[in-house]
C-alpha cells in the first residue's frame, strides 16, 4: 500500500512537470516574437546608462536594467496570455510592440543626433510646439537620406529578428533556455531590489513600469513636461510690472554681471587660503588690486533650488508662503528700463527643479547651452559654452544704456571629473594633504580641486571681457561642497549639512573705469568684505549697488550699505550658523 501511495505521489508530480513543462512551451511559442521585439525596442533606452559613467559602469548598470527588463517583459507575457478571446490577446501584444516601436525609434533618433533621450525638457517642446514648426522640424532634420537609411537598416533588423524568432517558436531548446532566463531573472532581480532595503515594496512597484519600461518613460516625461507647463504659466502669470512701485531709479552702472556658481567651496579656493594653487588667475587679480574677496559668506541652502528661490526674490529664510509669491530682480529690473540677460550653461527645463528658469523667461535674453532637464542622464557641455553665448549677448545689447547678466554656471557640481576638459587636470591624489583623504577619497578631492581650477578660468575668461566696461562683476556659488574634509563624503545634504556645505565664496570685481567713476560704491564695497552675511539678502544688496529702490527694499538687508545689520542670526538646516563651527 505504502509503494502504492509513493507510486501515485510520483505519478502526480511528473504530471504536473509535465503540464508545467507544455505550459511553458506553449507560452514561449506564444510569447517568442513579443517577447524578443520587446527587448529589442528597448535596447535604446538602454543605452541612455551609456551616456554617463565609465565603461564599467555602463556595462553593469545595463547588465542589471535587462534582468529586471526580461523578467518584468515576461511577467506582462503571462498576463497577456490568459487574454481571451485569441484576437484580443494578439491585439495588445501588437499594440505594445508598436507602441514601444514607435518611441524606440524617437528615442534612437534623439540619442543619435543629440546624444540625449527625449526626457521633459523635450516633450515641452512637443506639447507647445505648433503644426507648422512641427513640419519644418520634420522637413528640416527627419527627411533627409541619411535618416531614410537608418530607418530602413531598422527596418530589416526588426524584420529579421521577427522572422529568426518566427522559425525558432517550435524549438525545445529555446524554451528551455528562456526558463533559466527567467527563474535567473527572477531570483537576480530580488537579489537586485533587495540592495535597496530603504525603499518601501509598494514604492518600487509602483515605479517599476516607469522606471524599466520604455512606454512608462516616455508617458511619465511627458506627463511631467505639462505638468511643468501648467505650473511655469501659473507662476509667470504671478505678478505684473503694475505691481511693482520704485522708489528710486537712478541706475548709472553700464555692465552690472552676476556669475552663479555652483558647489563651489572657498575652503578649496587658493584666493582663499587653500594650499594648493586652485585660483592662479583670481589670485593674480587680487595682487593687482581688481579684486574684493568677502571672507563671511554663507547660502540659507545646500540645495540649489531653494537658495534660488531665495537670491533673486524678496523671499527671505523664514518667510511664509511662496517664492514666486514675491517680487524678483528681473520684475523690478524691467520696470527700471535696464536690460536683463540669463545665459545658463545649467537645466533649461523643470520648474519645480529650477526656478531659474521662471528667471531666465522674465528676462529680454535668455539662452541655454543646452536643452535639458535635471533628471537628464546627458554628457553636460563644459562652462566654456558659454563664453560665445556672452560674446554674442556683448554684441547684441550695444545699444541698451544698462545691463545685468547673470551667467549661471554648472561650475564644481558633482561628478567632479565631467566638469572640466583633459587639459585642466593639474592636480592628483598625491597632491593632497589636507582633509579626512586617502586612497580614492584623495582622487575625489583632486578632481574637485581641478574642478574649481577651470572654474577660476571661466570666472577670469568672463572678467577680461568687460575690462574696457565701466562694469562690477559679481561671482557667488549657489552652495558648497564638502568633500573629504572632516569624514569620507563628497557633495550637499541638507537633512545632514555641515558648514563646509554652505561656506561659499563671493568676490567681486570692478574694473578701473568703474573705480574711477563710482569710488563711493568701489569704497562700499571694500568696507563690506568682512561682514557677516547670507546670501537669502542678495536681491537688497544688487538694487543697492545699482541705486534702484522698491517698497520692498531695506537697505540693511544690503551687505553694500552702511546701515547693513550684521546681527541678524542666519539659520542653516534649523540652527543658527556661525564662522568656524563644526
Given at each position: 500500500?505504502?509503494?502504492?501511495?509513493?507510486?501515485?505521489?510520483r505519478?502526480?508530480?511528473?504530471?504536473i512537470?509535465?503540464?508545467?513543462?507544455?505550459?511553458?512551451?506553449?507560452?514561449?511559442e506564444?510569447?517568442?516574437?513579443?517577447?524578443?521585439?520587446?527587448?529589442?525596442?528597448?535596447?535604446?533606452?538602454?543605452?541612455?546608462?551609456?551616456?554617463?559613467?565609465?565603461?564599467?559602469?555602463?556595462?553593469?548598470?545595463?547588465?542589471?536594467?535587462?534582468?529586471?527588463?526580461?523578467f518584468?517583459?515576461?511577467?506582462?507575457?503571462?498576463?497577456?496570455s490568459?487574454?481571451?478571446?485569441?484576437?484580443?490577446?494578439?491585439?495588445?501584444?501588437?499594440?505594445?510592440?508598436?507602441?514601444?516601436?514607435?518611441?524606440?525609434?524617437?528615442?534612437?533618433?534623439?540619442?543619435?543626433?543629440?546624444g540625449?533621450?527625449?526626457?521633459?525638457?523635450?516633450?515641452e517642446?512637443?506639447?507647445?510646439?505648433?503644426?507648422?514648426?512641427a513640419?519644418?522640424?520634420?522637413?528640416?532634420?527627419?527627411?533627409?537620406?541619411?535618416?531614410?537609411?537608418?530607418?530602413?537598416?531598422?527596418?530589416?533588423?526588426?524584420?529579421?529578428?521577427?522572422?529568426?524568432?518566427?522559425?525558432?517558436?517550435?524549438?525545445?531548446?529555446?524554451?528551455?533556455?528562456?526558463?533559466?532566463?527567467?527563474?535567473?531573472?527572477?531570483?537576480?532581480?530580488?537579489?537586485?531590489?533587495?540592495?535597496?532595503?530603504?525603499l518601501?515594496?509598494?514604492?518600487?512597484?509602483?515605479?517599476?513600469?516607469?522606471?524599466?519600461?520604455?512606454?512608462?518613460?516616455?508617458?511619465?516625461?511627458?506627463?511631467?513636461?505639462?505638468n511643468?507647463?501648467s505650473?511655469?504659466?501659473?507662476?509667470?502669470?504671478?505678478?505684473?510690472?503694475?505691481?511693482?512701485?520704485?522708489?528710486?531709479?537712478?541706475?548709472?552702472?553700464?555692465?552690472?554681471?552676476?556669475?552663479?556658481?555652483?558647489?563651489?567651496?572657498?575652503?578649496?579656493?587658493?584666493?582663499?587660503?587653500?594650499?594648493?594653487d586652485?585660483?592662479?588667475?583670481l589670485?593674480?587679480?587680487?595682487?593687482?588690486?581688481?579684486?574684493?574677496?568677502?571672507?563671511?559668506?554663507?547660502?540659507?541652502?545646500?540645495?540649489?533650488?531653494?537658495?534660488?528661490e531665495?537670491?533673486?526674490?524678496?523671499?527671505r529664510y523664514?518667510?511664509?508662503?511662496?517664492?514666486?509669491?514675491?517680487?524678483?530682480?528681473?520684475?523690478?529690473?524691467h520696470?527700471?528700463?535696464?536690460?536683463t540677460?540669463?545665459?545658463?550653461?545649467?537645466?533649461?527645463?523643470?520648474?519645480?527643479?529650477?526656478?531659474?528658469?521662471v528667471?531666465?523667461?522674465?528676462?529680454?535674453?535668455?539662452?541655454?547651452?543646452?536643452?535639458?532637464?535635471?533628471?537628464?542622464?546627458?554628457?553636460?557641455k563644459?562652462?566654456e559654452?558659454?563664453?560665445?553665448?556672452?560674446?554674442?549677448?556683448?554684441?547684441?545689447?550695444?545699444?541698451a544704456?544698462?545691463?545685468f547678466?547673470?551667467?549661471?554656471?554648472?561650475?564644481?557640481?558633482?561628478?567632479?571629473?565631467?566638469?572640466?576638459?583633459?587639459?585642466?587636470?593639474?592636480?592628483?591624489?598625491?597632491d593632497?594633504?589636507?582633509?579626512?583623504?586617502?586612497?580614492?577619497?584623495?582622487?575625489?578631492?583632486?578632481?574637485?580641486?581641478?574642478a574649481?581650477?577651470?572654474?577660476?578660468f571661466?570666472?577670469?575668461?568672463?572678467?577680461?571681457?568687460?575690462?574696457?566696461?565701466?562694469?562690477?562683476?559679481?561671482?557667488?556659488?549657489?552652495?558648497?561642497?564638502?568633500?573629504?574634509?572632516?569624514?569620507?563624503?563628497?557633495?550637499?545634504?541638507?537633512?545632514?549639512?555641515?558648514?563646509?556645505?554652505?561656506?561659499?565664496?563671493?568676490?567681486?570685481?570692478?574694473?578701473?573705469?568703474?573705480?574711477?567713476?563710482?569710488?563711493?560704491r568701489?569704497?562700499?564695497?571694500?568696507?563690506a568684505?568682512?561682514?557677516?552675511?547670507?546670501?537669502?539678502?542678495?536681491?537688497?544688496?544688487?538694487?543697492?549697488?545699482?541705486?534702484?529702490?522698491?517698497?520692498?527694499?531695506?537697505?540693511?538687508?544690503?551687505?553694500?550699505?552702511?546701515?547693513?545689520?550684521?546681527?541678524?542670526?542666519?539659520?542653516?538646516?534649523?540652527?543658527?550658523?556661525?564662522?568656524?563651527?563644526?
Open positions: 500500500m505504502e509503494n502504492e501511495n509513493k507510486r501515485d505521489a505519478t502526480s508530480g511528473i504530471r512537470l509535465e503540464t508545467c513543462r507544455r505550459g511553458w512551451r506553449w507560452f514561449v506564444d510569447n517568442l516574437e513579443f517577447l524578443g521585439l520587446m527587448l529589442l525596442f528597448h535596447l535604446p533606452y538602454c543605452s541612455i546608462y551609456s551616456v554617463a559613467g565609465s565603461w564599467s559602469y555602463f556595462v553593469l548598470h545595463s547588465f542589471a536594467y535587462l534582468v529586471k527588463l526580461f518584468g517583459l515576461s511577467l506582462i507575457a503571462v498576463f497577456v490568459f487574454l481571451r478571446p485569441r484576437l484580443l490577446r494578439q491585439s495588445v501584444r501588437a499594440l505594445l510592440v508598436l507602441c514601444t516601436g514607435l518611441v524606440c525609434v524617437a528615442e534612437t533618433f534623439f540619442i543619435s543626433r543629440y540625449m533621450m527625449p526626457d521633459a525638457a523635450i516633450m517642446i512637443v506639447i507647445a510646439t505648433n503644426v507648422r514648426e513640419m519644418e522640424f520634420f522637413r528640416m532634420y527627419v527627411c533627409n537620406l541619411q535618416v531614410a537609411a537608418g530607418g530602413a537598416v531598422g527596418g530589416v533588423t526588426v524584420f529579421a529578428v521577427w522572422y529568426v524568432l518566427h522559425r525558432m517558436r517550435g524549438n525545445l531548446w529555446v524554451a528551455r533556455i528562456l526558463a533559466v532566463c527567467f527563474v535567473g531573472s527572477l531570483a537576480l532581480s530580488a537579489f537586485l531590489t533587495a540592495l535597496h532595503p530603504e518601501p515594496l509598494s514604492t518600487k512597484l509602483m515605479f517599476w513600469p516607469t522606471r524599466y519600461f520604455s512606454i512608462g518613460y516616455a508617458a511619465n516625461e511627458t506627463i511631467r513636461a505639462a511643468d507647463l505650473a511655469y504659466e501659473k507662476i509667470l502669470r504671478g505678478h505684473t510690472d503694475d505691481d511693482i512701485v520704485l522708489t528710486r531709479n537712478d541706475d548709472d552702472l553700464p555692465y552690472v554681471i552676476f556669475i552663479q556658481g555652483e558647489s563651489t567651496s572657498r575652503h578649496h579656493m587658493g584666493i582663499y587660503s587653500y594650499p594648493l586652485t585660483t592662479p588667475r589670485k593674480a587679480r587680487e595682487r593687482n588690486g581688481e579684486l574684493e574677496v568677502f571672507t563671511d559668506v554663507v547660502s540659507p541652502h545646500s540645495h540649489t533650488m531653494p537658495v534660488l531665495k537670491l533673486f526674490t524678496f523671499y523664514g518667510m511664509p508662503g511662496a517664492w514666486y509669491e514675491q517680487h524678483n530682480l528681473f520684475d523690478v529690473l520696470v527700471a528700463g535696464v536690460h540677460a540669463w545665459l545658463s550653461n545649467q537645466e533649461s527645463s523643470g520648474i519645480y527643479g529650477n526656478a531659474g528658469r528667471y531666465a523667461a522674465k528676462c529680454n535674453l535668455s539662452q541655454f547651452t543646452m536643452r535639458k532637464d535635471s533628471s537628464s542622464v546627458v554628457r553636460q563644459y562652462d559654452a558659454l563664453l560665445p553665448l556672452l560674446d554674442e549677448t556683448l554684441a547684441s545689447d550695444e545699444t544704456e544698462n545691463h547678466y547673470v551667467l549661471h554656471l554648472m561650475g564644481t557640481h558633482g561628478g567632479y571629473a565631467d566638469r572640466y576638459p583633459p587639459a585642466f587636470e593639474k592636480f592628483h591624489a598625491s593632497e594633504t589636507v582633509g579626512n583623504a586617502g586612497g580614492d577619497a584623495k582622487k575625489i578631492r583632486a578632481e574637485y580641486d581641478n574649481v581650477l577651470y572654474n577660476d571661466i570666472v577670469d575668461e568672463i572678467i577680461r571681457r568687460f575690462e574696457d566696461k565701466d562694469a562690477i562683476v559679481i561671482y557667488v556659488s549657489d552652495h558648497a561642497d564638502e568633500v573629504m574634509e572632516d569624514r569620507e563624503y563628497a557633495g550637499h545634504d541638507e537633512t545632514k549639512g555641515t558648514h563646509w556645505m554652505i561656506e561659499i565664496p563671493m568676490i567681486v570685481w570692478m574694473s578701473q573705469t568703474f573705480r574711477e567713476l563710482h569710488p563711493d568701489a569704497e562700499a564695497v571694500h568696507a568684505v568682512d561682514r557677516p552675511y547670507m546670501t537669502d539678502d542678495m536681491i537688497h544688496s544688487l538694487l543697492d549697488m545699482m541705486h534702484v529702490e522698491t517698497t520692498e527694499y531695506r537697505p540693511e538687508c544690503s551687505i553694500f550699505n552702511e546701515k547693513f545689520d550684521a546681527s541678524r542670526d542666519r539659520i542653516y538646516a534649523g540652527k543658527v550658523y556661525r564662522k568656524g563651527d563644526e
